[in-house]
């Protein structure tokens, strides 16, 4: 509780508090449009074949000819004829058209520029036999995330959160605007590995740094506001990619302001709990004092010296043995059982998350409306969420979100197909539930490990959350041994998830722990508590005993 009264004594929420707290989330709002921007900049228009280039196109009947028509009448997107096909045109568009021969597109494709006028499908041709580079973008992208989460979650107990920050910002400017002008798809791929990895360190570090600055009764309102700045990024995204629908930029347009933000970070002040952990009382000292200042409370900074920080954080400084590798997760018991549970929970989240979104595509209705769809839902759910955080604790919502996901997805899989309406209901349900899983699971990780491995361990669950993302589409192939095959997985690993929750202890009201042995004595504390009480009632039993013999 030492380093929770240094807080307050230097002012608990104070001025430096909300200017540090909004400046390290601010980010989040584009980071968002960064983690969903393929649905627009890789968006597939309407498409089809181009005929060749001695036909005249500026006759209607010309470009019929060339094109044949699938059963519902549609032109074929990917097959053109060898020949034209001058038979009686079909009025009804309910026939193919002709009977001759087909052929790929050897000259190319035409477009629909009409909803998205250049795309890198148009662009770079990611149609037909190359479609599947489109989603390797993407994976490339998730990958580059999954590698950010455990390089610079390692780095950031190493260096130093705001060192990190300030070098994932940088990096994420430089990336994402590199990517706006790749000339060719390789290099465009490369651009957007890199800023995914660095936007994975941003998630991490913002989440941490601003905890680590915030006291008890405090945390899980930080946690909401990451969360609710989160899904106001994905109605930004809606509206700036429907006034910019250039895909250059729009990825030009959420990556320069990372260079403001590399700019101002300078300004951040290092984590005091992280220096202090690390053994750097001096640096700890100016930190605290520095925020003393800012938050007017310059009598309180000024009684501080290097003695009293040494009376305050003794036990830090005895028993903290440097910073712990990834290693100690495993090698050491009470780590090892945290990195299991957790490991389980961040992947159940991902992998049912992006398998739901995945089946959320068949609205019917524009992407724009799909996008703030999305982003509503998770208002209301966030808000719920963030009540039973604060009253109940943060198990019990981890708990309830997981489950009550699963069981909509579970209850999708046998509602028939034409019910689309409840279907739909269901699925939006699920999706905000996953949406405050993701919310409460950042907080209870930070609070769950010690801040001597704090970083590294939110490195290796965003690590399995983005193992989760990656296997997710892999689980869709299965719905060719059975339509619901895929929505019975993605709502069985939640519902299993939830209750591995149940092996976790509660965080609310309780201080970050900053080493291993404090996790050690929370779990001896519920059972000295039992002994106690035991204690306190074998008297009480003996005298009851004797005063019935009387």
């Known amino acids: ?111 629909d ?36 989460a455990m390089v610079f979650g390692y780095l950031a107990d190493r260096l130093g959160r705001r060192k990190v920050l300030i070098l994932n910002y940088l990096q994420t400017a430089v990336s994402g605007t590199c990517t706006a002008f790749a000339p060719n798809f390789p290099l465009y791929c490369t651009f957007r590995l890199l800023s995914g990895m660095s936007l994975a360190g941003i998630s991490i570090n913002c989440m941490t740094l601003n905890v680590e600055w915030m006291p008890i009764q405090t945390r899980a309102c930080v946690g909401t506001l990451i969360g609710y700045v989160y899904s106001l990024g994905q109605f930004l995204l809606a509206g700036v990619a429907y006034a910019v629908p250039h895909w250059r930029r729009l990825q030009l347009l959420v990556s320069v302001p990372f260079f403001a933000f590399f700019i101002y970070s300078w300004f951040f002040i290092e984590s005091a709990r992280w220096y202090s952990t690390s053994g750097r009382l001096d640096r700890t000292l100016k930190a605290l004092q520095k925020v003393a200042w800012i938050n007017g409370k310059q009598e309180e900074g000024a009684k501080l010296s290097m003695e009293v920080l040494r009376a305050s954080l003794q036990k830090e400084l005895t028993l903290s043995q440097g910073q712990a590798s990834a290693m100690e997760l495993l090698r050491c018991p009470t780590l090892r059982h945290l990195f299991l549970c957790l490991s389980m929970l961040w992947f159940a989240t991902s992998f049912a998350y992006y398998g739901l979104v995945m089946d959320l595509q068949g609205f019917g209705v524009s992407i724009y409306l799909i996008q703030i769809i999305f982003g509503a839902v998770d ?85 399995m959350a983005r193992v989760g993302s990656i296997v997710s589409p892999l689980v869709s192939m299965t719905s060719e041994l059975y339509p619901s095959l895929p929505l019975f997985i993605y709502g069985a690993v939640p519902v299993g998830a939830s209750a591995v929750t149940a092996l976790l202890p509660e965080t609310l009201g309780q201080p970050l722990p900053d080493t291993v042995q404090d996790l050690e004595s929370r779990r001896r504390k519920p059972r000295r508590q039992e002994q106690e009480q035991q204690k306190q009632m074998v008297p009480l039993q003996e005298a009851a005993r004797e005063k019935n013999r009387h």
Not at 117 to 144: K, N
Request: aromatic share 8%; glycine share 10%; charged share 15%.
């Open 1 to 111: 509780m030492a380093f929770n009264d240094l807080l307050q004594q230097v002012g608990g929420v104070g001025r430096f508090q909300q200017i540090q707290v909004t400046l390290v989330v601010l980010p989040l709002l584009l980071m968002a449009s960064h983690n969903t921007l393929q649905n627009y900049t890789a968006a597939i228009p309407t498409h089809h074949c181009r005929p060749p280039a001695g036909a005249n196109l500026s006759r209607d009947a010309e470009l019929e000819a060339w094109l044949p028509r699938n059963e519902q009448g549609q032109r074929e997107s990917c097959r053109r004829f060898t020949a034209p096909q001058w038979g009686p045109p079909f009025r009804n568009g309910t026939e193919a058209n002709g009977t001759g021969a087909t052929e790929p597109c050897p000259d190319g494709w035409i477009y």
């Open 113 to 148: 520029n009409s909803t998205f006028p250049s795309t890198i499908v148009t662009e770079w041709d990611l149609v037909c036999p190359h479609r599947a580079l489109r989603q390797l973008a993407q994976s490339l992208y998730m990958v580059g995330v999954l590698l950010g």
């Open 379 to 463: 208002l209301p759910a966030k808000l719920v969420c963030f009540l039973v955080i604060n009253s109940l604790g943060r198990r019990p919502a981890q708990m309830a979100s997981l489950l009550l996901a699963g069981i909509c997805i579970l209850v999708n899989g046998v509602i028939p197909r034409d019910q689309t309406i409840v279907r739909t209901s269901l699925a939006v349900l699920g999706k905000g539930c996953l949406a405050s899983s993701f919310n409460c699971i950042f907080l209870y990780t930070g609070e769950l490990y010690p801040t001597m491995i704090r970083q590294t361990g939110m490195g290796m669950g965003s690590t």
